[in-house]
């Protein structure tokens, strides 16, 4: 179907005469149509078949080599003033881009279709969500877009006639080459520009570039917030339901945190978690004066390495129908896929995420002669796409228009020290203070060193679709509109290393134990430890029955530890990132931060 939308149609016609292409298909949403194109994908060899009975309805997809990851440092925030993108962001005067870009995109679709598809950010029809219309020359974009969110005729038909309230996505793949990759935000015009990747948070422009870069832009002007957070809810033995954010940097634990499954014991007594989303919450106060949080995904694009049976259920679960794996492994056997962490039995037959055949060869021995670090089979950032229907532990509220109202807000990151497996700010100004201080190991989800310690404010940091003073300003806003009906803001760290580098905690399912003490915090059920930087647990809070010779008290003392000492280094390392690498490069810090960095300064004494 065609939209009668003037504007979209304006602009659709301007992007065609511009790239040129063979044809065009508008994407209706049906099985047929889909159908179709994955026929076409694999008769082209742009995607592989997986085993119809072991994997039913889900296929492969490789990227070059080249094209793994997002870009951040080809991503750009084109705003008019460079002081409306910020010291977080790259930029470029609009103006400049587009002149830069258009000859890049002039033809580019010569030989190829160009699809069109309509897709919705959040249910149809929920005053929280947003239209957007992307144009690709990607079969593999139209497929993932198929799953992640809610399009085809549906969004058209709910779609105003007359509204210009939709983001323009423009996607070619181009030649894939990564000295031409560009993906760009223009928040003023709606509209987003990128080219040369075909990798997923690259060019499913609904994701990242909408639903947070351009999102968190129009939630700062429209009075709402767009946020890198989980969303989920755990129900108690009485049957009531708390539902939770949490923002994590990439791969570092949303999706399993997301999906998690209680411990026997919490089971026995009757706690389930339920999943709204894995990703990114979009989030408005309601008419009670609560915040309610949607996820504008309708699908999950997680991480694949790391996630097993015990690990991650509910999300293998989840990929085992109707799914697509971008740079896992294949087993060539009986054309299934496998990865990392899986399961200790890779396949012997197998083709790497390179494409390149390891038959037979002790593959796990096998050397890097560049690097000389042992090979793996599947990409550390390969994906699956997995529709959200398919997850067992989805939300019953998981369509519901309006959203769940949000107790507790969690922030997080890989630390090996320092952090303390969880505390609670003071209140929602020093939990403000509490996001911007969020800083992580780096992973292999972004381009470029693994491991290293950056700063990574709320999460955001390479999502914040305008300047992060005014962001970190925005949330002190919120913050007053909610008042106390405002959610608790905690910190959690499930990634504390011991002195020989083991993880202290064991994460995963067990971190039920800690989200059960957030709960008893939001319900005003348990004490807690003041200390300089917040609220610990008294350590025999914290549950750990049914963990024996895992973890002892002892342990439990020394993750909920405030080491002094530690924490006047962190404080002033704040205080340079603050100053240095925000303030002097034209971030409106509020003043409101600076006081709560004073503050924790002076708690902890010289
Ligand atoms: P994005 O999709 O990139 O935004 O990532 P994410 O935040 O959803 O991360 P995900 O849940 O996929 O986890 C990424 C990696 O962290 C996986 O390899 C997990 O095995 C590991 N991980 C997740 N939770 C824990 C935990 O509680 N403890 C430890 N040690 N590792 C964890
Ligand atoms: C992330 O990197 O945070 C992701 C994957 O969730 S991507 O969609 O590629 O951004
Ligand atoms: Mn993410």
């Given at each position: 179907m065609i939209t009668k939308n003037q504007n979209v149609l304006k602009w659709f016609e301007e992007m065609k005469a511009l790239c040129k292409p063979d044809n065009v298909v508008w994407i209706d949403g049906s099985e047929e149509q889909l159908a179709q194109l994955r026929e076409e994908a694999f008769r082209t060899g742009e995607m592989i078949k997986l085993n119809e009975e072991k994997l039913p309805g889900c296929i492969y997809h490789r990227t070059k080599p080249n094209d793994v990851a997002r870009v951040e440092d080809r991503t750009f925030i084109c705003s008019r003033r460079k002081e409306d993108a910020g010291p977080t962001n790259n930029w470029m005067d609009p103006k400049e881009m587009?002149?830069?870009?258009?000859?890049?995109?002039?033809?580019?679709?010569?030989?190829?279709?160009?699809?069109?598809?309509?897709?919705?950010?959040?249910?149809?029809?929920s005053p929280i969500a947003k239209v957007g219309f992307e144009l690709t020359d990607s079969i593999y974009v139209v497929l993932n877009m198929a799953i992640m969110t809610r399009m085809g005729d549906k969004v058209i038909e709910a779609f105003p006639d007359d509204s210009n309230d939709f983001v323009r996505g423009l996607h070619s793949k181009a030649d894939v080459d990564p000295e031409k990759r560009y993906i760009v935000q223009f928040p003023e015009d709606n509209t987003i520009w990128s080219i040369?990747?075909?990798?997923?948070?690259?060019?499913?422009?609904?994701?990242?570039?909408?639903?947070?870069?351009?999102?968190?832009?129009?939630?700062?002007?429209?009075?709402?917030?767009?946020?890198?957070?989980?969303?989920?809810?755990?129900?108690?033995?009485?049957?009531t339901t708390t539902y939770i954010t949490a923002a994590f940097p990439s791969a570092c634990g949303k999706t399993n945190l997301a999906m998690l499954i209680p411990p026997e014991g919490y089971k026995k007594k009757g706690y389930k978690v339920f999943t709204v989303g894995d990703d990114i919450a979009w989030m408005k106060q309601g008419?009670?004066?609560?915040?309610?949080?949607?996820?504008?995904?309708?699908?999950?694009?997680g991480v694949a390495p790391g996630t097993n049976a015990k690990s991650n259920f509910n999300a293998l679960e989840s990929t085992k129908k109707n799914a697509i794996f971008t740079n896992v492994a294949i087993n060539k056997d009986d054309m299934t896929v496998w990865w990392e962490g899986l399961d200790k039995n890779p396949p012997e037959n197998a083709q790497e995420w390179t494409g390149l055949d390891v038959n037979g060869k002790e593959w796990t021995s096998q050397i890097d002669e560049k690097t000389g670090k042992k090979k793996v089979l599947a990409h550390p950032n390969s994906r699956f796409t997995a529709p959200a229907q398919n997850c067992p532990c989805l939300s019953p509220e998981f369509n519901n228009p309006n959203g769940v109202p949000i107790s507790a807000m969690i922030f997080g990151g890989r630390r090996a020290s320092t952090t303390p497996l969880v505390?609670?700010?003071?209140?929602?100004?020093?939990?403000?203070?509490?996001?911007?201080?969020?800083?992580?190991?780096?992973?292999?989800?972004?381009?470029?060193?693994?491991?290293?310690?950056?700063?990574?404010?709320m999460?955001?940091?390479?999502?914040?679709?305008?300047?992060?003073g005014d962001y970190w300003n925005h949330w002190l806003e919120m913050g007053e509109k909610l008042g106390d009906k405002a959610p608790k803001i905690f910190n959690v760290n499930w990634f504390r290393q011991d002195e020989n580098g083991n993880f202290m905690w064991p994460g995963f399912g067990d971190n039920m134990r800690v989200l059960d003490w957030i709960i008893d915090r939001c319900e005003g059920k348990v004490d807690a430890v003041e200390t300089p930087i917040g609220f610990v647990p008294k350590p025999e809070d914290i549950n750990i029955e049914g963990l024996e010779g895992e973890v002892s008290l002892d342990t439990v003392k020394h993750l909920v530890d405030v080491d002094k000492d530690l924490w006047k280094k962190e404080i002033k390392e704040m205080r340079r990132y603050y100053d240095e690498d925000i303030k002097a490069k034209g971030g409106n810090i509020p003043q409101a931060l600076y006081d709560e960095l004073d503050k924790i300064e002076a708690r902890l004494g010289k």
């Open positions: 587009y002149a830069m870009l258009t000859p890049m995109y002039d033809g580019v679709m010569k030989g190829r279709t160009m699809y069109v598809i309509p897709y919705s950010m959040g249910p149809i029809g040369n990747s075909a990798y997923g948070g690259n060019v499913l422009l609904g994701k990242k570039c909408f639903a947070l870069r351009i999102a968190s832009f129009q939630g700062k002007n429209e009075g709402w917030m767009a946020e890198h957070m989980l969303i989920l809810g755990v129900q108690k033995p009485d049957g008419p009670d004066g609560r915040l309610y949080a949607i996820t504008p995904e309708n699908g999950f694009f505390y609670q700010s003071f209140d929602w100004t020093h939990g403000t203070y509490v996001g911007s201080a969020v800083s992580s190991e780096t992973t292999a989800a972004a381009t470029g060193a693994v491991g290293v310690l950056r700063h990574d404010p999460a955001m940091k390479p999502f914040i679709g305008y300047n992060v």
